[in-house]
């Protein structure tokens, strides 16, 4: 049983990544036009390296995607809580308000951003852009975060407290230990919707300011060449090496301990 | 907020020295700052949409501004718009169905075969595809789903004489695709869930002779039952408003209500149109959820 | 409803004024915003850094993926930008919204050369007043794979030889104007389009795909997908001079499709004098020959600089100054005209998606 489980995910990750394994061959692929057969070459990381805008929009998403992560997971914890752990009329109406901006495509929600900062005032820069990307990635938060908290029992909190625990110290110290994977798994969601994230950026940014998704939909006209993915292929192996780094050394949290 | 202090005597007040909020008071300050920012960024321009999608133009430029409810008429004027929000439904439905079938089996293997650093770092690899920009990603599909792609290299490499598999272009190849794009949600809320799962209960089961569909039916789907239905969310409502998977992979046939309402907003400049179809594609789907979760709810009385 | 609607303006002066008006005072004073097409010319990185030094003018490029989305940005961004590509078919519009100023032709020397017959474009003359400098020209007909059979007529879109072998334009009006014409129709004021629309759909056992870049057309035709395709001329000697792809562009016996684009001064520009001298530098000689030869262009608005090109040049080849007599320029469309194309155009697709 274990091994037909073991074969099972081994499958999951060789679909997952089939599309990945492409896209990182396919940067090291001579043709312009992704034509095959395929013939090596690193002409394309060789232009990436003079090409600044493109390298620049690459760090500028990386370091708005994780002021996201960092801002819509301790903002969506904290609404999580509320949602999961206190009862108020009208729970369940703010529970369906999470829906609209999953729901409404991100082209419509970044116009009417765009229109919206542009008549209130906000205008648009980096400010206005972090405003977006966090505020599509809480929902994420919150129904990530949600699931985990209805598998973390109540009773153990109010034991807690019963012992004399405060409200506060028994969130840390009982439930938040408990919460690690959902919180992690919602941190790495909002990190991967805010570097997904093209029409807000593509809206928002000043002029001359861009990132990554914006870089690679504006070349869509101009044709988007395999530096595009000599860029993704670098950005994933280096995230992937920083995160198994990290889950390898770090000290282990709840998530392997059994409850 | 309409909030009620009685009934939030839940959370016990412990007697200490500092003096305690009262619970309506944090329950507030928990949720000020999502709702707040929320408000902020999508709700009031989305309001703003909304009173676009009942004028007759886009309010931009010197265009006279007049009020109609002729956009919300699009699907009684434009019948063949029905046709489209089927094919999008449908979509949604297949997308969602496959990614529940194979994310709830990979949650529960990751479960119960794995376990530790090396399961943290599955999961972690599972949600790791993420990071990559999805027209990347679609697009690398193409280039294996299409004639001639590396879906027929590979089966030609075993059987040389094979024809071509390669079927890009077609409904099946954008299911493939949008279930590849959203699969980890569905893996990781299903986690979630089953992760608790208690091992001594499904052993006492077997112990006492239960068939593993019997623990499957019985135990398992039930306790993954939150993170289906979350995954389900995060699935369905995004996946009949796409439309860079429908236009990429489906060429001719990938038409959906994702690809009409960017039409409207790009080529069309039609905003009210755009605005009007997508609020009626939220309200079908508040609709649905309203509807499954009453179902639900009753389910899980029983 | 016209007060509510100019008090409106008002307060979007106001915060536009307040919000965005920082970035400006910033800024150099000798540096303009160009919003335009990404990779369409203006922003070549060694076109800009030969400006520069010429003149010491700083050039930002900014880039719209649709022209309404251009439209939008400029009227979202008053002050932002100096300089716009405007698609001559759209310039009325832009008038219309005061978003562009008339065109100063005695600050651009290079506008001497201009070809007569784009000057004179009703596109650009409005009310007497001549707006936006015509900057290059192409056409929209057919593309065939060498080797094939070179279409003569439209008509081989619906040809049943080439089943499942044909790629359209994703833009109505681009489908709505191209089949106007193979139906006797006039392109830019089509009256049957019932006839329009049951001509489209006969088209469906054909048609493979629906394309919206340059980029995905080569992909797609490299990959061998299509053979026959509707396509845009400056493109197609792109991708047979640059991507090496064995096409060859066709117009048929009914005409192209002729679009101008232009380069314009954003109104409240503040450097409008340098605006000028950049848009005068994209229409000099010397700088569209570079172009055309080492990247790929549409014709110059410029007959001076078509005439600097060597005479077996396949941009020269292809536009035949006398498609700019034969074949009629894609004229302003009135919105009810464009949503009108919108929706058959939609219809179609869903046809063709059923």
């Known amino acids: 049983m274990k091994i037909a489980a073991r074969f099972y995910i081994a499958a999951i990750l060789a679909f997952l990544y089939l599309p990945i394994l492409v896209m990182m061959a396919m940067g090291f692929n001579e043709s312009p036009l992704y034509e095959l057969p395929f013939s090596f070459s690193t002409r394309w990381y060789q232009a990436l390296a003079g090409n600044a805008p493109l390298v620049n929009s690459g760090i500028n998403s990386i370091w708005i995607a994780v002021a996201t992560s960092i801002i819509a997971t301790v903002l969506g914890t904290m609404a999580s809580v509320a949602l ?34 542009f008549y209130s005032g906000i205008g648009r820069g980096l400010h206005a852009l972090l405003i977006g990307h966090v505020a599509l990635a809480i929902p994420y938060v919150v129904l990530v975060v949600g699931t985990g908290f209805q598998t973390v029992r109540a009773d153990l909190e109010e034991a807690a407290m019963s012992l ?55 070349a869509i006209r101009k044709g988007f060449t395999p530096e595009i993915n000599a860029i993704s292929t670098i950005l994933l192996v280096g995230s992937m090496a920083v995160i198994v780094i990290f889950a390898l050394f770090a000290k282990p949290g709840g998530v392997s301990d059994k409850r | 907020m309409p909030l009620d202090p009685a009934n939030s ?60 409810f002729k956009q919300y008429r699009a699907f009684i004027d434009q019948p063949y718009l029905l046709g489209v929000a089927w094919q999008s439904l449908l979509m949604g439905f297949w997308t969602t169905f496959f990614c529940a079938v194979l994310g709830f ?51 030609h490499s075993v059987w040389p004489g094979a024809g071509s598999v390669g079927f890009l272009y077609t409904r099946q190849a954008v299911v493939v695709g949008l279930v590849h794009g959203y699969l980890p949600y569905m893996i990781l809320t299903c986690y979630i869930a089953l992760v608790t799962i208690d091992n001594t209960i499904v052993e006492a089961a077997s112990s006492l002779g239960a068939r593993w569909w019997t623990i499957l039916w019985k135990i ?58 997508s609020f009626t594609m939220l309200a079908v789907v508040l609709g649905i959820f309203a509807t499954f979760s009453g179902v639900l709810r009753r389910g899980t009385a029983l | 409803m016209q007060q509510t609607r100019r008090s409106f303006l008002t307060i979007m002066g106001a915060a536009a004024a307040a919000g965005l008006a920082r970035p400006r005072l910033a800024r150099a004073a000798t540096s303009i915003t160009v919003l335009n ?50 698609n001559s078919a759209r310039v009325s519009q832009a008038v219309a919204d005061s978003l562009v100023v008339a065109a100063d032709f005695s600050k651009v ?110 992909k797609s035709f490299a990959a061998k997908e299509f053979d026959l395709s509707v396509y845009w001329s400056g493109s197609s000697a792109r991708s047979k001079h640059i991507s090496k792809l064995p096409v060859q562009f066709v117009v048929p016996k009914e005409g192209a ?45 410029n007959s001076t600089a078509m005439d600097k090109l060597p005479a077996d040049d396949l941009t020269r080849l292809i536009h035949d100054p006398k498609y700019l007599k034969t074949s009629t320029i894609q004229a302003a469309l009135t919105d009810e005209q464009r949503e009108a194309f919108n929706n058959l155009w939609q219809e179609v697709k869903a046809f063709y998606a059923a």
């Open chain 1, 84 to 117: 999961s752990r206190r009862t108020f009329r009208g729970k369940t109406l703010l529970q369906l308000m999470l829906l609209p901006p999953i729901a409404i495509p991100w082209l419509i929600t970044g116009t009417a951003m765009l229109v919206f900062f």
């Open chain 1, 164 to 218: 004399g625990s405060t409200p506060v110290h028994a969130f840390f110290s009982i439930t938040l230990p408990l919460l690690y994977p959902s919180i992690l798994g919602a941190a790495l969601f909002a990190f991967a919707v805010s570097l997904d994230q093209f029409v807000i950026s593509y809206f928002l940014a000043t002029p001359g300011f861009s990132t990554l998704p914006v870089q690679i939909y504006s």
């Open chain 2, 9 to 68: 005597t839940q959370l016990r007040e412990p007697g200490g020295s500092r003096k305690p909020l009262p619970p309506w008071a944090s329950t507030a300050a928990l949720l000020v700052p999502t709702y707040g920012w929320l408000t902020l960024a999508v709700f009031l321009p989305l309001c703003t949409m909304f009173a676009f999608s009942f004028l007759t133009a886009t309010p931009m430029g010197k265009a006279p501004i007049v009020f109609t």
């Open chain 2, 105 to 155: 089996f990979a949650a529960l293997a990751l479960v119960r075969a794995t376990e530790g650093k090396v399961r943290e770092t599955l999961l972690i690899l599972v949600l790791l595809p993420f990071w990559t920009n999805g027209l990347v990603r679609v697009f690398s599909w193409t280039m294996v789903l299409r004639e001639g792609g590396f879906l027929d290299y590979a089966i």
């Open chain 2, 220 to 277: 398992l789907l039930p306790m993954a039952a939150p993170g289906l239905i979350s995954g389900s969310v995060l699935i369905f409502v995004p996946v009949i408003g796409s439309f860079m998977e429908p236009r990429i992979l489906g060429g001719r046939v990938g038409v959906t209500m994702g690809t009409v309402i960017e039409d409207q907003f790009t080529q069309a400049f039609n905003w009210p149109l755009g605005a009007a179809l």
């Open chain 3, 37 to 86: 097409w990404q990779g369409y010319g203006t922003d070549e990185a060694w076109a800009v850094k030969a400006f520069t030094e010429k003149t010491g003018i700083q050039v930002v490029h900014d880039y719209f993926s649709s022209e309404p989305e251009m439209l939008t940005k400029l009227r979202t961004n008053p002050g932002v930008y100096d300089v716009v590509l405007i």
């Open chain 3, 109 to 218: 020397p290079n506008a001497a050369g201009l070809s007569p017959d784009l000057v004179n474009s009703a596109n650009r003359n409005i009310d007497g007043t001549g707006y936006g400098v015509p900057w290059v020209w192409g056409m929209t007909a057919l593309a065939a794979r060498e080797g094939g059979t070179i279409p003569d007529s439209y008509a081989a879109l619906g040809d049943p030889a080439n089943v499942g072998r044909v790629a359209l334009s994703d833009d109505a009006v681009t489908m709505v104007a191209l089949v106007a014409l193979l139906t006797g129709q006039d392109m830019n004021k089509p009256t049957d389009l019932a006839a329009i629309t049951d001509k489209l759909k006969s088209f469906k056992p054909n048609i493979k795909l629906m394309w919206s870049s340059e980029d995905q057309w080569n």
């Open chain 3, 257 to 301: 499709l002729v679009w101008m684009d232009t380069l314009n001064v954003v109104s409240g520009s503040a450097n409008p004098d340098a605006a000028l001298a950049f848009i005068n530098y994209m229409i000099d000689p010397e700088f569209y020959v570079e172009w055309a030869t080492k990247v790929g262009a549409p014709a110059s608005a």
